[in-house]
């Protein structure tokens, strides 16, 4: 035979080879079928096929057990001529629920010279029958209670509206909250809404004891697990005295009280339901933020018995600033014009000795521009950095842009009361995300002559109040127009009680909201 004719039947018996060679293994196939079902992929499940099918048991799966995420574990492939088989182990974690495996067996097959899946509802699962399901059927635990400081229980409608506001309720839950909670849950099932109960609603409930069933038949039983109670730091004591200062006031009246060595808040009070005032309010703090401006202003070196001066009206970056009823005392020591409430005394001076980057500071010090992790709504205390001077004059004594609510003022109360400024809590097993500040040296004792100035000779000293007390009245503007009415603020602390109080539209802190805050002093 010649050479060429030896290298013809060489040519044509490789050619054979090439037509006749499977491309790929079986490994292979069945590894890009298990990546595309991890991924919920049924587009490149259906790729791998030998004969085209639907795959709508593997959402059907997926939706119906609430997996979150899925893996699978190829083991060692067994291969004879053009099949193989690929066992595997596949483990869901489903919402709410915990972790389930099974194991079973993908089938592959030489289809137009490629390695491919040789598909059967057992394929999915070894119990899969042509039309079958997938199903859960839940026996949920007792659901656990919300508690008060002293561990009695707060969550049976019976403690009252503004303990109410902060627990929330249970309802029936909708198709919105199966999706968002997972396919434990069902359709008319009680849910918390509102409050702590639906910020802890998956702790209150616990776990069900699951079934995981398949065509009605359960194939596996996953143990549940009690609820845990939810612990807040609410003083029933407290509370009490709170509802009954407020409870007569004809006008929306709202107060927070905090204890200063710990932050825990120890009431939350509002007078009408309904939008909970005292945590989510938005309220320019008026006088009451002056305790701030003096805490950058005797940190400054302006002491309490330093000269200043409160004319009628005074002019800073073109603003003309006057004190409330056009009062004015001449010259007089800082810590009076701190009881009278001068405005002519605090915009002059937090121009000269703080401008706008230290006024900034000190708010943020005690509270604002701070995370809060509450546990239930409530309105971050905004203080924006003073774009002029005559901005800077108005946030000196409260107005400007600056937002607060009573939790907001009781928290800078707090501060004041022990030194350091603690983000306010409400469950203590809450992780917070603002972290303490300390008071600057020296501060907190000149401060705190300073606010009981106020209640014994200054603009809070016919409202009542008990001996020990140290506060600080506010009268805010808010609206537009030549003539504004005004919030009436009061905030102050008496022993390990730091407390805020507001009346919205109520006119003059002294004269509306100090004897407010006496009644609830009393009432302790």
């Known amino acids: 035979m010649s050479c060429a004719a030896v290298l013809a039947v060489g040519a044509a018996a490789g050619g054979a080879y090439y037509v006749l060679h499977t491309r790929g293994t079986p490994a292979e196939t069945a590894q890009r079928f298990v990546v595309a079902w991890q991924a919920g ?25 609430g997996v979150e995420s899925a893996a699978v574990q190829l083991g060692k492939i067994t291969e004879g001529d053009d099949r193989a088989s690929a066992p595997y182990t596949a483990t869901f974690t489903l919402k709410n629920i915990g972790t ?21 509802p057992k394929t999915l699962h070894p119990s899969m029958t042509e039309g079958a399901s997938f199903g859960l059927k839940t026996r949920w635990p007792s659901r656990a209670e919300i508690t008060d400081a002293a561990g009695e229980r ?60 398949l065509g009605g038949k359960t194939l596996q039983t996953i143990e549940g697990a009690d609820g845990e109670s939810v612990q807040t730091t609410l003083d029933p004591r407290v509370q009490a005295a709170a509802v009954n200062a407020v409870k007569d006031v ?7 009280a905090i204890k200063p060595s ?9 007078n009408q339901g309904g939008f909970n005032r005292a945590l989510d309010g938005r309220y320019p703090p008026g006088s009451t933020f002056k305790a701030v401006t003096a805490i950058g202003l005797l940190a400054a070196g302006v002491s309490p018995q330093a000269n200043v001066t409160c004319p009628m009206y005074a002019t800073v970056g073109g603003l003309k600033i006057r004190n409330s009823d056009k009062e004015e005392f001449g010259s007089l020591s800082f810590l009076d014009s701190f009881a009278h409430s001068c405005n002519t005394t605090f915009a002059p001076l937090a121009q000269t000795k703080l401008g706008a980057e230290k006024l900034l500071e000190v708010a943020e010090d005690v509270g604002f521009n701070q995370p809060l992790n509450i546990g239930v709504p409530a309105a971050k205390p905004s203080f924006p950095r003073a774009q002029s001077d005559a901005e800077l004059a108005a946030e000196a004594f409260g107005q400007a842009r600056i937002t607060a609510s009573p939790l907001t003022m009781a928290s800078v109360a707090a501060a004041i009361a022990d030194g350091t400024w603690r983000p306010p809590t409400l469950v203590p097993s809450l992780k917070q995300k603002a972290r303490e500040r300390e008071l600057p040296g020296g501060v907190k004792e000149q401060l705190h002559s300073m606010m009981a100035a106020v ?16 506060g600080k009245t506010g009268t805010a503007e808010y609206g537009t127009g030549d ?3 005004t919030h009436a603020w009061f905030m102050g602390f008496k ?20 004897p407010v805050a006496a009644t609830f002093l009393k009432g302790l």
């Open 154 to 213: 707060i969550d049976t409608g019976t403690a009252g509206g503004s303990v109410q506001q902060l627990i929330g309720f249970l309802d029936k839950a909708t198709k919105k909250d199966v999706a968002k909670l997972g396919s434990s849950y069902k359709v008319g099932q009680a849910v918390g809404r509102g409050g702590l109960q639906e910020t802890f609603q998956k702790q209150l409930a616990g776990t069900p004891a699951t079934e995981i069933q």
């Open 455 to 470: 209640v014994s000779k200054g603009t809070a000293k016919s409202a009542g109040l008990p001996s020990g007390t140290h």
């Open 262 to 270: 710990t932050g825990e808040i120890l009431s939350v009070v509002n």
């Open 483 to 485: 003539k504004l009415d």
């Open 41 to 65: 992929d049924v587009n490149a499940m259906a790729a791998q096929l030998a004969k085209p099918q639907q795959l709508g048991p593997y959402g059907q799966q997926r939706s119906a057990l």
């Open 495 to 514: 022993d390990d009680v730091a407390f805020a109080v507001i009346v919205e539209g109520g006119g003059g802190g002294g004269k509306i909201a100090a």
């Open 100 to 120: 389930w495996s099974y194991q079973g067996q993908i089938d592959l097959v030489v289809a137009d010279r490629q390695w491919k899946v040789d598909w059967a």
């Open 250 to 256: 004809k006008k929306p009246t709202s107060m927070v």
